[in-house]
C-alpha cells in the first residue's frame, strides 16, 4: 500500500470525528457557545458572551496558541476568560504565569488587540468579518495588520477556522513536515514570508485534490497523524 492510499485509509477511520469537529467550527460563530478545556478535551459550552467578546476569546486563543500549543493556548483562554475584555495586560499577565510560558508577551498582545479593535471598528468584530467579500483579504486583515498582534499567515488561517471559515490551510509544523514527508515539499523549513506562504497552500491545495480529500479536513487528519489528537 502506498503513502497515499494508506492516508486514504486513515482519512476513512477518523473522517466521522474530523466532520464533526469542523461542523463544530461552523456552529461557533452563529451559536452562543465558546469553546472550554474539560477533562482534557476540547468542548463547544454555551456562551453569555455575545458574539463579539466570543469571537474576541478566539482571538486570543490563537495568538496564545503562536509558538506554543493548542493545549496551552486552551489552558491559557480558560485561565482568562472571565477578564479577557476589560482588565489590563498586567492583570491578564497575572493569570497567565504559569500557564503560558510567554504571558507578559501574550497579555500585551492582546490587551493592545482589543484596544485597537474597539477603538477602529467599535469591537464589531463579527460586522467586520461579514464585511469582506474575498477571502484572503480577510485572513489579510488578521495576518497582515500589524496592531491585530502576534497572528501572522498561520494564525490567522487558525483563528478563522476555529470560527467556521473554510478553505484556509494551518502550515505549522505538523503540516509542513507531513507535507515534506509525502514529498510535497523539498524541505521542512516553514514559511519564510507571505508569499511563501500562499505557494506552499496552493501545494496544499494540489496535494488534497491528488488524494480526494477536502482540504479542510485534509488539514485535520494531518494535525491529528503527529499530535494523536483532533484538536482545533
Not at 463579539?52 to 506554543?68: G, P
Not at 493556548?73 to 472571565?82: E, F, H, P, Q
Not at 500585551?108 to 482589543?114: E, G, K, N, S, W
Amino acid at each position: 500500500m502506498g503513502n497515499i492510499e494508506r492516508l486514504k485509509a486513515e482519512y476513512e477511520n477518523k473522517k466521522d470525528r474530523i466532520k464533526e469537529r469542523l461542523s463544530q467550527f461552523e456552529k461557533f460563530f452563529n451559536e452562543p457557545y465558546s469553546w472550554h478545556y474539560v477533562s482534557n478535551e476540547m468542548k463547544l459550552v454555551p456562551s453569555e458572551k455575545n458574539d463579539d467578546e466570543r469571537i474576541f476569546e478566539e482571538l486570543s486563543f490563537c495568538i496564545c496558541t503562536a509558538n506554543a500549543s493548542a493545549e496551552m493556548g486552551l489552558k491559557s483562554i480558560d485561565a482568562i476568560r472571565n477578564i479577557i475584555n476589560a482588565e489590563n495586560a498586567d492583570r491578564i499577565s497575572e493569570r497567565l504565569k504559569g500557564v503560558h510560558r510567554f504571558n507578559n508577551a501574550r497579555a500585551a498582545y492582546i490587551v493592545h488587540t482589543r484596544e485597537y479593535l474597539k477603538n477602529t471598528i467599535g469591537f464589531r468584530l463579527k460586522n467586520k468579518i461579514l464585511s469582506f467579500k474575498d477571502k484572503h483579504e480577510l485572513r489579510d486583515y488578521f495576518a497582515l495588520n500589524k496592531d491585530i498582534k502576534g497572528l501572522g499567515m498561520k494564525e490567522a488561517s487558525h483563528f478563522l477556522r476555529n470560527i467556521g471559515f473554510k478553505g484556509y490551510t494551518i502550515l505549522d509544523k505538523h503540516i509542513i513536515n507531513s507535507l515534506h514527508e509525502f514529498g510535497v515539499l523539498n524541505t521542512n523549513d516553514k514559511p519564510k514570508n507571505p508569499k511563501h506562504y500562499l505557494e506552499i497552500e496552493q501545494k496544499f491545495i494540489d496535494f488534497s485534490k491528488q488524494a480526494g480529500i477536502d482540504m479542510n479536513e485534509l488539514d485535520l487528519l494531518l494535525w491529528s497523524r503527529k499530535n494523536g489528537r483532533i484538536l482545533k
